[in-house]
Each structure stands twice: as structure tokens, then as C-alpha cells.
């Protein structure tokens, strides 16, 4: 039996996977070799970036377990995986939540304090001082309340802003939130909301879901952050309502298509700042997603659930799945 990786693992991490699995044969596919390897796996952990022939690992028919090293499912839940009732798939839902959060801040506060502007004119040695807006006060709308954005939640609180979210599953609202909505009240939240940020999964009810209407449904003078995925949005609506001055400003980590293509008018609006879907990365993200993916490769063998495992169709877990630190 065998457990393919595709992730930058380190000899560390393949020994420790080794250790928790000891009657697999662990092999590390890298991004090189995950297309010809993954048919050969019954366990996969990774995050494949490059395209994999889903049709020839279903037709191999040994696959039985995803361990993603990934929250966003996107990359691997095409439809002959959600329809196999053999493959469990399993996510980093808020594995990353510290560090999407960090990321969060800087293009939030990078915003509304006008970042990207002064960037242009210190590049320019320029000493340009003009009004910028803070946050204290405002209402701040979080669009999917999971471990990304219940950990914002947690963070932002001290601003004294009012929090407000909708969820698919709407259950256990944390004190820092004011308001938790069922997902079909978001037109409500974008109208109460000066800045809105984006913390869903995508998948078929949310692709796209940011259109033209949604844009005229938000506060005019509000800002978008969006940390999720990029399909979420439709860019060309985006941009009209920035340029129209409906959205005061944008920070996107994540884009339609990425990377974000030369001739986007994103790249020139200097109300918006844009990262390279860096959210999740940072020098421990092997470490953490390892450990999860170590604990449930021992939950899995024993027989227990894994954590995280995910409602394929809907591409995310059912809150009490989620792996919250429990010890084991
Ligand atoms: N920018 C990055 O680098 C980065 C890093 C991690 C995750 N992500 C993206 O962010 C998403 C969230 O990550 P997470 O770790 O918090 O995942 P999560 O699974 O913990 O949370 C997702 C939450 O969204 C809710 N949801 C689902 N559909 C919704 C809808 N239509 N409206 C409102 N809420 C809805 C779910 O119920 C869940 O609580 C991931 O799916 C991934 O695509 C991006
Ligand atoms: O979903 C995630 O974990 C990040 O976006 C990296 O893919």
C-alpha cells in the first residue's frame, strides 16, 4: 500500500508520515512526478498545482483517502471524486487561519490607510501626504464565518468594529460577532457593511457570486478584501465598481486567474493592493500541515473519521469535523 506526497515536504516530514504509517510505502511525487505517481496511491496528501489525469487515477480505482495540504479543495474535487463514494477527502480547512489573517490585515489596512498610493510616490521619492480612512467604528462583514474567518473575527474585535458574517452553517456565533446570518442573508450584510471580507470556498454556489448587483447591494465608500479564491469575484465587475468610486478600495491575495495577467486594470488602480496568494505561506505551513496530516493518517487506520473530512459536493467540513487543536 502506498502514500503518495505532493508538497514541499523535508526528510523530517517524510519520516514522520513513515512513522504514523509504517505498513505504507511512503513515496514524495513532488510536483514533477504527482501525475504519473498519483494512480498508483491508495493515500494521497498534498496539493497537486500542476494538472493531474484525474480520469486515469479513478480508472486505476486504488485511491481511497485526500488528505489535502490545502483549505481551498478547488485543485482536486473534480466530479469522478465527488461522485466515488470509496475516496474520502479530507482539508486544511483553518490550518492557516494565523496567517490568513495576517495577510488580511496587510491589505486591509494597506487599503484604507492608502498604502498602495504612498508606495508609488516613495517610489518616486515622493513625500505625498493625503486624508486616509481607519477602521475603528466600522461595520465589518466576514462572508463564510469558518476558521479563516472566525479567527479575523477574534483579531479584529479590538477595533471596536461591529462584526457581522454569514455562514452555510450558522451555528455557534463566537461573542466577537454581533450578527451570524445563514449564507442566503448576504445581500443584507453587504448593505450593512462598511468593509467585507471574503473568507468562503469556492464552489458552484459561489462562483462568481460577487457580480455587478453585488457590488451595487455594498455600501458606497466600502472597501473588499477578498482572502479566498478569486472565481469568487467577477473581476469586470470589480473594476467597475471602483471606477465608478461605488467601492472606496480592494485588497485581493487571490485573483480569477493567477497569476493576474499583465493587461489586468487591477495592476494600475491605486485604490487597490494585490498580494500573490501568499495567505497561507509562511516557514511552517510543511510543519503544521504534516501534523494534521499525521494525526488523521492514525485516526484513519484505527478507524475513526478523519478531521476535516469534507461534504464533496460542497467542498468544505461540516462544523463538527473541524480540527480544532483537540489532542488525540
Ligand atoms: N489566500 C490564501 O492563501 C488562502 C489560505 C487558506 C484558505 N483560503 C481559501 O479560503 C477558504 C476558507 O478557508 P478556511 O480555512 O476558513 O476554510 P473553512 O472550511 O474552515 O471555512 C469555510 C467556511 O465557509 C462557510 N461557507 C461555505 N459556503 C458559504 C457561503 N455560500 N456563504 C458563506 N459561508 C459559506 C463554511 O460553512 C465554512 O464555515 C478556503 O476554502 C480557501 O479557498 C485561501
Ligand atoms: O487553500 C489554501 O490552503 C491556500 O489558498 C493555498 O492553496
Given at each position: 500500500?502506498?502514500?503518495?506526497?505532493?508538497?514541499?515536504?523535508?526528510?523530517?516530514?517524510?519520516?514522520?508520515?513513515?512513522?504514523?504509517?509504517?505498513?505504507?510505502?511512503?513515496?514524495?511525487?513532488?510536483?514533477?512526478?504527482?501525475?504519473?505517481?498519483?494512480?498508483?496511491?491508495?493515500?494521497?496528501?498534498?496539493?497537486?498545482?500542476?494538472?493531474?489525469?484525474?480520469?486515469?487515477?479513478?480508472?486505476a480505482g486504488k485511491l481511497r483517502w485526500i488528505q489535502s495540504s490545502a483549505?481551498?479543495?478547488?485543485?482536486?474535487?473534480?466530479?469522478?471524486?465527488?461522485?466515488?463514494?470509496?475516496?474520502?477527502?479530507?482539508?486544511?480547512?483553518?490550518l492557516f487561519a494565523p496567517q490568513v489573517a495576517e495577510q488580511t490585515f496587510?491589505?486591509?489596512?494597506?487599503?484604507?490607510?492608502?498604502?498602495?498610493?504612498?508606495?508609488?510616490?516613495?517610489?518616486?521619492?515622493?513625500?505625498?501626504?493625503?486624508?486616509?480612512?481607519?477602521?475603528?467604528?466600522?461595520?465589518?462583514?466576514?462572508?463564510?464565518?469558518?476558521?479563516?474567518?472566525?479567527?479575523?473575527?477574534?483579531?479584529?474585535?479590538?477595533?471596536?468594529?461591529?462584526?457581522?458574517?454569514?455562514?452555510?452553517?450558522?451555528?455557534?456565533?463566537?461573542?466577537?460577532?454581533?450578527?451570524?446570518?445563514?449564507?442566503?442573508?448576504?445581500?443584507?450584510?453587504?448593505?450593512?457593511?462598511?468593509?467585507?471580507?471574503?473568507?468562503?470556498?469556492?464552489?458552484?454556489?459561489?462562483?462568481?457570486?460577487?457580480?455587478?448587483?453585488?457590488?451595487?447591494?455594498?455600501?458606497?465608500?466600502?472597501?473588499?478584501?477578498?482572502?479566498?479564491?478569486?472565481?469568487?469575484?467577477?473581476?469586470?465587475?470589480?473594476?467597475?465598481?471602483?471606477?465608478?468610486?461605488?467601492?472606496?478600495?480592494?485588497?485581493?491575495?487571490?485573483?480569477?486567474?493567477?497569476?493576474?495577467?499583465?493587461?489586468?486594470?487591477?495592476?494600475?488602480?491605486?485604490?487597490?493592493?494585490?498580494?500573490?496568494?501568499?495567505?497561507?505561506?509562511?516557514?511552517?505551513?510543511?510543519?503544521?500541515?504534516?501534523?494534521?496530516?499525521?494525526?488523521?493518517?492514525?485516526?484513519?487506520?484505527?478507524?475513526?473519521?478523519?478531521y476535516n473530512r469534507v461534504d464533496k459536493r460542497l467542498g468544505f467540513p461540516?462544523?463538527?469535523?473541524?480540527?480544532?487543536?483537540?489532542?488525540?
Open positions: 500500500m502506498r502514500i503518495v506526497l505532493c508538497y514541499p515536504v523535508g526528510k523530517k516530514h517524510i519520516d514522520q508520515i513513515q512513522a504514523a504509517a509504517p505498513d505504507f510505502e511512503v513515496v514524495n511525487a513532488g510536483q514533477e512526478r504527482i501525475d504519473e505517481l498519483l494512480p498508483t496511491a491508495d493515500i494521497f496528501i498534498g496539493h497537486a498545482k500542476v494538472p493531474v489525469n484525474w480520469d486515469r487515477v479513478l480508472q483549505a481551498g479543495l478547488d485543485h482536486c474535487l473534480v466530479p469522478g471524486v465527488i461522485e466515488s463514494d470509496e475516496i474520502v477527502v479530507s482539508s486544511a480547512s483553518g496587510s491589505l486591509l489596512f494597506g487599503v484604507i490607510r492608502r498604502a498602495p498610493l504612498f508606495f508609488r510616490a516613495e517610489a518616486k521619492r515622493e513625500f505625498v501626504r493625503l486624508p486616509t480612512d481607519d477602521l475603528r467604528g466600522k461595520t465589518v462583514g466576514i462572508v463564510g464565518l469558518g476558521g479563516n474567518g472566525r479567527f479575523l473575527a477574534r483579531v479584529l474585535a479590538p477595533w471596536d468594529v461591529r462584526i457581522i458574517a454569514t455562514d452555510f452553517y450558522p451555528v455557534d456565533c463566537p461573542a466577537e460577532v454581533s450578527e451570524l446570518w445563514p449564507a442566503d442573508q448576504l445581500d443584507r450584510l453587504l448593505g450593512e457593511s462598511d468593509v467585507v471580507i471574503l473568507t468562503l470556498p469556492l464552489n458552484g454556489d459561489t462562483k462568481g457570486v460577487f457580480d455587478a448587483e453585488r457590488f451595487a447591494t455594498m455600501k458606497r465608500g466600502s472597501y473588499l478584501i477578498n482572502v479566498a479564491r478569486g472565481s469568487v469575484v467577477q473581476e469586470q465587475a470589480l473594476c467597475e465598481a471602483l471606477a465608478s468610486g461605488h467601492l472606496a478600495g480592494a485588497g485581493l491575495d487571490v485573483t480569477e486567474v493567477e497569476p493576474l495577467p499583465p493587461e489586468s486594470l487591477l495592476w494600475d488602480d491605486p485604490k487597490v493592493m494585490i498580494s500573490p496568494h501568499v495567505g497561507a505561506q509562511s516557514a511552517r505551513r510543511v510543519d503544521d500541515s504534516t501534523a494534521l496530516a499525521v494525526i488523521n493518517l492514525r485516526r484513519y487506520q484505527s478507524g475513526l473519521p478523519v461540516h462544523p463538527s469535523s473541524v480540527y480544532r487543536g483537540q489532542a488525540d
